[in-house]
C-alpha cells in the first residue's frame, strides 16, 4: 500500500489560472519551494510486510542453489607442502634446513585427480599467516620507480631496501625484495604438462604500472638475500610473477596464481608436482600450499555467496510465516491505533 | 560623563575626531585571512582537523595521503570564509554607499557640498524633504515658522507615523541668514544607544545671546536614517557622527544562538572524540606488544633492532588518523547547507503568507530551525499578537451613563447622539478629551479628508470616534488646534504636553481656550493612575464599575478626566515644569514627579471602550499547539481582567468548572508570599487531574516574587502549564524568558511591539508578528510572520521537519564516518596491528566527500509524515521535544 502525495494537492492549492500556464520546469520549482514535490511512501501493512519476505525467501533460494551449484562445479585440488618437503632428519629444525642454501630443496608431490577437470587449471601458491598487509610492508615500495627505473630518484619511502652498496636497487622495497621463489613442474605420470606462465598478470599492471624498459638493477647484492632474483636482462613489465607478487594482498592467507594448465585432466590422473621449496615460512610458522582449480562462470570454487543466499532466503520464509501466524492470532485493521492510545495520549 | 559641541567651530570640535564615517565591517583586506582563520580555529571541531592534518605531513606515521585530510580541510575553511567575505563585502558597499552621499553642509557661513562621511562634530547640516538625516542632529531651524517639522522613523523603531520634531525654544526665530553664522555649545551625554532619551542644553554665543541655559530633549533632535517629510527644509547642528551615533551605538552583531540539536552534537562529538582515544590507546598498545612479539619472527618485514626514542609513540599516533574520520568533517558545512535551506523553505512558503498586507515570513537567523521543533513553552505578547491591533471604539460611560450596548457601538447610539445635540457639558467635555488629549496629527489629504498619524493604536481610535460624534479635530498648526463642532470652530493653545509613560500610564494635556481664556487640564488613563486623583467630592464607584464592566467583555478602558487651572497655579506649576525638563541626571523621574503635582483633583467624566479583535485562527492555533504539547504564557501590559478575558475567548485557558484561574496577587511581600505558597499548594494537588490549571500574576506582584520567592515562583513555573501575567514590563518579560530557560526549557518568545524586543532577543527562539506597531519586534526576531496563526504550521511543519530532518542527516554522518572506521579497526587486527589503512586515499576521500556527503543532502526534501496528518496528530511533536530523534534514549 502506498501513500501518494503531491502533483494533486498542490494543484488544488494553487488557486490562480496562472500556475496552470507555467512551464513544467517553473511547475517543478514550485513545488520544491512550497515542498510539494511528489513523493510516495510505503505503508508498512502486516499483509505487505509478509508478502515482501515471502518473495524475498523465494527469490533468493534458488539464486543460492544455482550459486552453491556453480561453486561445486569448480573443482579443486589443494596441498600443503611445507611440512612433508622437509627431510625426516630436519624436521626438528626446520629453519636450519631452509636458511641452508648447500641443501637441495626439491621434492616431489603426487596430486591424485578425483574428477574430471576441464582446461584451463590455474594453479596458484597459497600463502597463510603471512602479512603482505603489514604497514611496514606495504609502504616499502616505490611504483614511480617501477614505472621509471633509475630515473626515479625519490624512493625514501623503500626503505630499509631502498640502496645496497651506495647504489639503488630496482625495484626497491621489501615487497620486490621478499618475493616468492617456490618453482613448481608438472607432469601427467611420465609426459610433462603443458604449463602456461603467460598472462598471469592484470593487463593493466603490464603495460601501465611496470615500465617496458626497466631493468632489474643491483637487485639482492646485499647482505640479506630475501626471496627470488629476477633475471636482469628481462624487462619489469614481462616478469609477471614479479608484478603479481607485488599486488599486495589484504587477508593473512592468499593466493596467487602461478600459471595455466593448459591440458584436461582425467579422474584417476597423477599429477607429478616438483616444487623446489626456496621460501622460509618457518620462522613465522606461516603455510605453502599448492593448488588447482578450474573454474565456473562464477569463478573458483567459493561456497560463501551460495550459503548467504540460502541462509537470509529461508530466514526471510521462517520470519515471514512468523508474522502470518502472529497476524492470523491477533489482527488489526489498518489505522486502528487503538493498542497504541496510552503512548500516543502520555 | 558629558561632551561639548561647539556649533560651526571647526578648532574646538577638532579634538572629539571622529568623522562621519559608518563602518559595520568585520574584517579590513589586511585582517581579513588572519582574522578570519583565528575565528575558524577557535572552533575545537577546527582544531582537531588541523592537528590531524599536521600530523598527517609526517610520513613515517600516516596511513594516507595527507590530501585526503587536507582537502577536504581547505575547502570546508574556503567555504565559510568566502561567506564571511561575501558578507563583509556587502557590507562595505552599504557603507560606502551611506558614506559618500552627497549632503550640504555649513562651514564658516558658506554652504558647501560634501560626502557624508567628512561630517564633523558641530558642523550645520541642511536637509531638504524626503532627505535621509546622515549624522545625530540638533534641530537649528525649519522652513516650518512655528519650527516644527516632520520625521519618519521607521528605520530606527520601525513606526511609520510622522513624528514631530521642533526647534529649541532658544533658535526660535532666527533668520535664515543668520543660521549660517550661529556659534554656540552644546552639552550632551556621551554617545549611548537610547533612541528614546537625549538630556542635553545648549547655549548660544553673542550676538545670538540668550540668557537661559535651553534644555534640549530627543523632541529637538533629527536622528540618524530617519526621512525628512512634510517640511521643506531643516537644518541641525551634528552632535554624534559615524558610529557613534544613537543607531550606531545599538547596532551590535547578536550573539550567535545555539540550538539543543547543536548542543546535542558538540556533545556526541565529544563522546566520540574520548571513544576514540580510547580505541587509539588499546590498538596502540595492542600494536606495540604484536611488534615486540610477533614482527621480529616475520623476517620480510625487517624490522631494526634498534629504534629512536618515538618508537612506542609511532604506532598510537598512526591509530590517530586512521580512526581520525570517526568524528565527521562534512557535518558542519552540510548543516549550515540545510539549514540554509529550511530558511528558505520558511520564506517560500506561499501558505504563511499574509494575504492582507502580502508580508511574507521572514527568516532572520538560518541557523535555528530545528529548534522549532522542539519548543517547549511559548511565551505571547497580547496586544497585536493574538489580537488584531485594530483598535475600535466600542463603547464608553459618561457621567454614570452607559452608552452602546450588545446590538451596537456607542457612536450609534441615539442616546448618545441626544446627549450631544442638546449639549450637555459632560458629553462634549469628555468628547474635547477625547479629541485633543493626544499627539496625534492630522493631515490633510489632497482630496479633503482628514488622515489622522496617531502613535499609539487607542489613541487613533478615540481621534476617529470623537470625528464621528461631530467633534472633528481638522488641524493642528504647531501649538494651535482646530476643532470643528456643529459647524463651530473653537481654538485651543497647546500649552503643556506631559506625556505617556509606562510607569505613569496616564498623558495630559493642558490647553488654553482661545475664547474664554481658561487653562484646562485633560487627562486620560488607566483606571488606576486616574481615579485615585479625583476630586474629593467625586463618587468614583460607578466608574470603577464600569471599568470593570468592560473588562469582562474584553474591552480595553481609558478613563478620561478634566480640570480647570486657575492661572497663578498654572503659571508656578510651569516654572518648575520647564526645570524639570531641563535636568540632565534622572529627567524622566524629575517630569514625572512634577507633573503629579499638577494631576490632583481631577473631575473624572468617563470611561472609553476600545475593542481589540482577536487575529483569525487564533484560538486554533493555540489549541493545536497545546495538543502538541507546547505550553502556552501569556505576557502583557494590559489589566488583568482584560488579558483573562481574552484568554478565555482564544482558549488560553478553559472556563470553570474544567479550568481553574488561581490568583497570585498583593501588595506587600508578605500577601504575595502567602498567595504564592496557597496557589503552588493547590497547583501541586492538582496536578494529576485532568484540569486546567492557570495561574495569573500581576507586574507589582511578580516583582516581589521575583526578588524574594525566586525559587517558589520557578517551582510554580515547572508545575504550570499556563500563566497570564498582565501588568508587566519589558524587562519583567524578558525576567519570565529567563527564568524557563533556566530550568531547561526551551522558550519561544512571540511579540509585535518594542516592549516585547527584549524577551524575543532573551528567548532560544523569538518570532516577531510584523504587524501595526512597527517593526522593532520583527527586526528583533529570528523569524518574523505576518499572523499569530502561522506560528502553527513554523512549529508543526517547519520545525518539526527540520528537527527530523537534522537529527537523521546528523545521525547518518556519524554513522557513516563510524562505519567505515569500524572497518580499519577490525582491518588493523589481520594486518598486525600495525596501522595500515584498508582503503586508499582517493577513496578514503571520496567516501567523505562524495558518496556520503552530497547524495544524503536529497534528505531535506524528505517528509517522514504528510502536513496534513501532523496537523490532525499534532501530539507526534512529543518526539521531537523529547530529542528522540538524534538520540533514542
Known sequence: MMEVEGSSTSMNRAPDQSSFLRSRRSKALYQFKQQKLPACKPVLTPTSVITVFLLMGFVFIPIGFLTLRASRDAIEIMDRYDVECIPEEYKSNKLSYITDASIPKNCTRYLKVQKYMKAPIYIYYQLDNYYQNHRRYVKSRSDQQLLHGLEYRHTSACEPEESSNGLPIVPCGLIAWSMFNDTFTFARESTKLKVSRKNIAWKSDREHKFGKNVYPYNFQNGTLIGGAKLDSKIPLSDQEDFIVWMRAAALLSFRKLYGRIEEDLEPRNVVVVNVMNNYNTYSFSGQKKLILSTSSWLGGRNDFLGITYLVVGSSSIIISIIFMLLHLKNPRPYGDNSWNKKSLSG | ?889
Not at chain 2, 631494526?304 to 581520525?324: D, G, K, M, N, Q
Request: with cysteine; aromatic share 10%.
Open chain 2, 1 to 889: 560623563m558629558k561632551r561639548f559641541v561647539y556649533i560651526n567651530d571647526d578648532e574646538a570640535s577638532n579634538e572629539l575626531c571622529c568623522d562621519n564615517r559608518i563602518s559595520n565591517r568585520k574584517y579590513t583586506l589586511w585582517n581579513f585571512l588572519p582574522k578570519n582563520l583565528w575565528e575558524q580555529f577557535s572552533r575545537f571541531m577546527n582544531q582537531y582537523f588541523l592537528l590531524i592534518a599536521c600530523l598527517q605531513l609526517w610520513s613515517l606515521i600516516t596511513p594516507v595521503n595527507p590530501a585526503s585530510t587536507w582537502g577536504p580541510l581547505i575547502f570546508i575553511f574556503a567555504v565559510s570564509a568566502s561567506k564571511e567575505a561575501w558578507d563583509d563585502y556587502h557590507r562595505y558597499l552599504s557603507d560606502k554607499k551611506a558614506n559618500e552621499k552627497e549632503v550640504w553642509i555649513v562651514k564658516q557661513g558658506i554652504k558647501k557640498h560634501i560626502q557624508a562621511q567628512d561630517i564633523q562634530v558641530g558642523n550645520i547640516v541642511w536637509l531638504r524633504e524626503n532627505d535621509e538625516v546622515p549624522c545625530d542632529l540638533v534641530l537649528l531651524g525649519t522652513s516650518d515658522p512655528q519650527g516644527v517639522c516632520y520625521v519618519e522613523t521607521a528605520a530606527l523603531d520601525g513606526e511609520t507615523d510622522l513624528k514631530t520634531r521642533i526647534i529649541p525654544s532658544a533658535c526660535v526665530g532666527i533668520d535664515l541668514e543668520l543660521l549660517h553664522k550661529m556659534k554656540g555649545v552644546i552639552e550632551c551625554p556621551i554617545p549611548d544607544k537610547d533612541i528614546r532619551r537625549f538630556d542635553a542644553n545648549m547655549r548660544l554665543f553673542p550676538p545670538f545671546i540668550d540668557n537661559d541655559v535651553c534644555s534640549l530633549t530627543i523632541k529637538n533632535t533629527l536622528l540618524q536614517s530617519c526621512y525628512l517629510r512634510n517640511t521643506e527644509w531643516a537644518c541641525g547642528v551634528s552632535v554624534y557622527t559615524g558610529n557613534q551615533t544613537k543607531l550606531g551605538m545599538s547596532r551590535g552583531i547578536a550573539e550567535p544562538k545555539l540550538t539543543a540539536m547543536d548542543a546535542m552534537i558538540d556533545k556526541l562529538t565529544g563522546a566520540i572524540f574520548v571513544f576514540q582515544i580510547v580505541v587509539v590507546m588499546v590498538l596502540g598498545i595492542a600494536g606495540n606488544v604484536w611488534k615486540d612479539t610477533e614482527a621480529r619472527k616475520q623476517w620480510y618485514v625487517q624490522y631494526p633492532e634498534e629504534a629512536p626514542w618515538y618508537e612506542l609513540l609511532v604506532i598510537p599516533l598512526r591509530f590517530e588518523l586512521l580512526c581520525s574520520i570517526m568524528i565527521p568533517i562534512s557535518i558542519k558545512v552540510s548543516l549550515d547547507l540545510v539549514k540554509g535551506l529550511y530558511a528558505k523553505f520558511i520564506e517560500w512558503d506561499v501558505e504563511m503568507i499574509d494575504q492582507e498586507t502580502g508580508t511574507a515570513s521572514y527568516a532572520a537567523n538560518t541557523a535555528i530551525s530545528e529548534d522549532l521543533g522542539q519548543v517547549e513553552y511559548i511565551l505571547t505578547d497580547k496586544t497585536g499578537t493574538l489580537t488584531d491591533n485594530k483598535m475600535i471604539f466600542r463603547r464608553c460611560c459618561i457621567g454614570g451613563i452607559f452608552y452602546g450596548n450588545e446590538n451596537g457601538d456607542a457612536l450609534k447610539d441615539a442616546q448618545l447622539l441626544n446627549a450631544i445635540t442638546s449639549g450637555s457639558t459632560d458629553v462634549i467635555r469628555f468628547l474635547t478629551v477625547m479629541a485633543i488629549c493626544n499627539t496625534v496629527i492630522p493631515v490633510q489629504s489632497k482630496a479633503g479628508d482628514i488622515v489622522y498619524k496617531a502613535q499609539s493604536q487607542d489613541e487613533d481610535a478615540l481621534v476617529i470616534a470623537a470625528a464621528k460624534l461631530h467633534m472633528v479635530f481638522v488641524g493642528k498648526n504647531a501649538n494651535l488646534l482646530d476643532i470643528r463642532f456643529n459647524g463651530l470652530t473653537i481654538r485651543y493653545e497647546v500649552l503643556e504636553i506631559l506625556e505617556f509613560t509606562s510607569d505613569r500610564k496616564r498623558m495630559s494635556v493642558v490647553v488654553k481656550d482661545c475664547q474664554s481664556g481658561k487653562i484646562i487640564l485633560l487627562s486620560k488613563g488607566a483606571d488606576e493612575s486616574i481615579l485615585p486623583y479625583a476630586c474629593a467630592g467625586q463618587q468614583t464607584r460607578t466608574i470603577a464599575e464600569a471599568v470593570d464592566h468592560y473588562a469582562q467583555l474584553g474591552l480595553r478602558t481609558l478613563c478620561l478626566a478634566w480640570r480647570e487651572l486657575e492661572e497663578d497655579e498654572y503659571q508656578e506649576w510651569s516654572v518648575k515644569f520647564k526645570e524639570a525638563s531641563s535636568v540632565l541626571v534622572d529627567r524622566e523621574w524629575r517630569i514625572a514627579e512634577v507633573c503629579q503635582r499638577l494631576e490632583h483633583d481631577l473631575y473624572i467624566l468617563g470611561v472609553t471602550a476600545i475593542e481589540d479583535r482577536l487575529q483569525d485562527g487564533v484560538p486554533e492555533t493555540i489549541e493545536t499547539l497545546r495538543k502538541a504539547g507546547i505550553n502556552f504564557w501569556m505576557l502583557t501590559g494590559d489589566k488583568q481582567n482584560t488579558a483573562i478575558q481574552i484568554a478565555l475567548s482564544c482558549n488560553f485557558i478553559s472556563p470553570e468548572p474544567k479550568g481553574q484561574l488561581l490568583l497570585i496577587d498583593g501588595k506587600t511581600e508578605d500577601d504575595v508570599s502567602r498567595s504564592l505558597e496557597r496557589v503552588l499548594l493547590t497547583m501541586r494537588i492538582t496536578a494529576s487531574e485532568p484540569k486546567d490549571v492557570a495561574f495569573v500574576i500581576d507586574g507589582w506582584a511578580l516583582e516581589i516574587a521575583l526578588k524574594h520567592h525566586r525559587k517558589d515562583f520557578v517551582d510554580l513555573a515547572i508545575l504550570s502549564r499556563t500563566a497570564i501575567c498582565c501588568r508587566v514590563t519589558p524587562s519583567q518579560k524578558a525576567q519570565l524568558v529567563e527564568i524557563l530557560k533556566s530550568c531547561d526549557y526551551r522558550t519561544l518568545a512571540i511579540g509585535d511591539g518594542g516592549n516585547d524586543v527584549r524577551m524575543i532577543q532573551q528567548a532560544d527562539i523569538g518570532v516577531g508578528i510584523s504587524g501595526r506597531e512597527g517593526l522593532q519586534a520583527a527586526r528583533a526576531a529570528d523569524y518574523s510572520i505576518g499572523r499569530f496563526r502561522f506560528l502553527k504550521r513554523l512549529i508543526l511543519v517547519h520545525g518539526r521537519y527540520s528537527y527530523n530532518r537534522t537529527a537523521f542527516l546528523s545521525q547518518y554522518s556519524f554513522y557513516k564516518s563510524l562505519l567505515i572506521c569500524f572497518i580499519q579497526i577490525f582491518f588493523s587486527f589481520i594486518s598486525g596491528v600495525s596501522g595500515t589503512s584498508l582503503f586508499n586515499s582517493v577513496s578514503l576521500m571520496a567516501y567523505n566527500v562524495f558518496y556520503t556527503s552530497i547524495p544524503v543532502l536529497v534528505s531535506v526534501i524528505d517528509k517522514d509524515l504528510s502536513e496534513a496528518s501532523v496537523m490532525q496528530h499534532p501530539q507526534i511533536l512529543f518526539y521531537c521535544q523529547a530529542g528522540r530523534r538524534l538520540l533514542y534514549l
